[in-house]
């Protein structure tokens, strides 16, 4: 089992939804990022690990910009993005689009490992 970083709760604003009143302003989600890292260090030296501030910080960024139809687009780009810009080994993106009365949320699960085609 590898060690893990875990992002729980990340609050992401992003323009998202098949019909294009629901993409006129931005709505809220919830971000939930598991990353698979190597051994995590023994020496207390963040460029060790996984800075998971800068993670948080790009990943909103990365959402924010442009609009989507699909959840599932996004929890893909934020996976080959965070694949592609931290040492990390694998990831897990959970999103929660919070769209459906009478619901909680709806969302979508992703894993992705690096060297995986996506």
Known sequence: M??????????????????????AEPQNLLAHLTLDVADFPTDDEI??????KAVSDQVRELVGRGERQLI?????EIARYVLAEFPVNAIRVELEKFILPETDWV????ERKRGERI
């Open 72 to 76: 599932e687009t996004l929890a893909q």
């Open 47 to 52: 460029g060790q690990t996984v800075d998971y």
């Open 2 to 23: 590898a060690d893990q970083i875990i992002i729980r709760g990340l609050q992401l604003r992003c323009q998202v939804g098949v019909p294009a009143e629901e993409r």
């Open 107 to 110: 969302g979508v699960v992703i």
